[in-house]
Every structure is written in structure tokens, then in C-alpha cells.
T-cell receptor
Framework: DTAVSQTPKYLVTQMGNDKSIKCEQN?????MYWYKQDSKKFLKIMFS???????INETVPNRFSPKSPDKAHLNLHINSLELGDSAVYFC??????????FGSGTRLTVV | QKEVEQDPGPLSVPEGAIVSLNCTYSNSAFQYFMWYRQYSRKGPELLMYTYSSGNKEDGRFTAQVDKSSKYISLFIRDSQPSDSATYLC???????????FGKGTRLSVIA
């Protein structure tokens, strides 16, 4: 039973394309997140969703748009991909003030 | 000054050594302190969770929080080659504010 699952695991695409990453959690958590991890392993928050409402939107380009159809799913859609978007994207979920459970990551390579 | 500072290492120790990993922070509102372990090409997994100041022990791992000094530590006793990973400190205020991560320390335990 995978607690937080992301698909796809790997994504290689050309500049200018639009792509989506899907995330699902079966833990009953009320908050989900998207983090970006750069080549130096630094994890930076992108978005946070609490009960389907966006509560944090850090300084992320508006080419990135999170979509949450229900509290168990948080997808990430990226328009007009750029070389600098290459990174590992992690989905996570939590209950308020508890530790996060992370997915296994989506390694995005833009060529 | 970055919100969370962590020495990136890398840190290399012989099997059986005691390992000390540290983070400092600047935001006095942080109340929840965590350590995550991340193996290569995997998602971060929660190792230790501490609320406010004090110590917490779990097997070979001890987490310490000193809020007066804005300093947290993770000690690993009798380190094993399987402990080789990147260790990330993370912290947050109470409420729906996401975790802020340190840059991670890469640890290698040599058999």
C-alpha cells in the first residue's frame, strides 16, 4: 500500500511542452504539498492545499498550476516547460502540525 | 541570513562512529522540528519529530532542540553503512504553514 503515490516517476520532455504530474494520498490527510528539489538537494515549497483550497503559493511562475479535484489528489500542471524546470518534484501530505509523508518523486528533465 | 542553515557536508565516518548533524535557524516562531532521511533517488522519510525544546530518543537516534540557541541536532549512535543517506532538518510554526527545510547533509558510513 503506497501512502503517497506520484506518476510518472520519470518525465523527459522538450522545451515548450505542457505536462502534468499526478499525486494521490490514501492517508486521510487534510493538507497536500508540492515541493521542488534542485540538483543540490534543496527542497523548496511550491504549493500547499488544505481541504481543496490553496493556502500557500510561493513565488512560483504562473506556468505552474496546482489542481485538486478532491482532498486525496493534488496534481501539478506545467505549461511551456523551460530548461530551468528540470528538477525532482515531490508531492507530500500531512495532518496539521504533524510530519509529512512524501511520495517517491517525479524526475523531470527538459531538453 | 537563510531561515534554516545546515552544513551540506559531505560527512564520512567509519562504521560504529557517533554522528552529529546540526541545523541553526532564525525564525523564533518555529515550534515543530523534524529530521528526514533521504536515500538516493527516493523521497524523504520522517525520522524524528519534536515539538518545542528537549530531547527525543528512538533506538540509535536522538534529536535535540535548543530553542534558546535556535539550534537542533540529530545524533546517530553505532552508525551503520545503511545509515548512508542525506539527512534533512525541517521546521515550521504551528498552523497551516509548510515545513522549511535545510539543504541536507550527505552522510557516508564506511564499513
Amino acid at each position: 500500500d503506497t501512502a503517497v503515490s506520484q506518476t510518472p516517476k520519470y518525465l523527459v520532455t522538450q522545451m515548450g511542452n505542457d505536462k502534468s504530474i499526478k499525486c494521490e494520498q490514501n492517508l486521510g490527510h487534510d493538507t497536500m504539498y508540492w515541493y521542488k528539489q534542485d540538483s543540490k538537494k534543496f527542497l523548496k515549497i511550491m504549493f500547499s492545499y488544505n481541504n481543496k483550497e490553496l493556502i500557500i503559493n510561493e513565488t512560483v511562475p504562473n506556468r505552474f498550476s496546482p489542481k485538486s479535484p478532491d482532498k486525496a489528489h493534488l496534481n501539478l500542471h506545467i505549461n511551456s516547460l523551460e530548461l530551468g524546470d528540470s528538477a525532482v518534484y515531490f508531492c507530500a501530505s500531512s495532518r496539521t502540525d504533524y510530519g509529512y509523508t512524501f511520495g517517491s518523486g517525479t524526475r523531470l528533465t527538459v531538453v | 541570513q537563510k531561515e534554516v542553515e545546515q552544513d551540506p557536508g559531505p560527512l564520512s565516518v567509519p562504521e560504529g562512529a557517533i554522528v552529529s548533524l546540526n541545523c541553526t535557524y532564525s525564525n523564533s516562531a518555529f515550534q515543530y522540528f523534524m529530521w528526514y532521511r533521504q536515500y538516493s533517488r527516493k523521497g524523504p522519510e520522517l525520522l524524528m519529530y519534536t515539538y518545542s525544546s528537549g530531547n527525543k530518543e528512538d533506538g540509535r537516534f536522538t534529536a535535540q532542540v535548543d530553542k534558546s540557541s535556535k539550534y537542533i541536532s540529530l545524533f546517530i549512535r553505532d552508525s551503520q553503512p545503511s545509515d548512508s543517506a542525506t539527512y534533512l532538518c525541517a521546521m515550521k510554526p504551528s498552523g497551516n504553514t509548510p515545513l522549511v527545510f535545510g539543504k541536507g547533509t550527505r552522510l557516508s558510513v564506511i564499513a
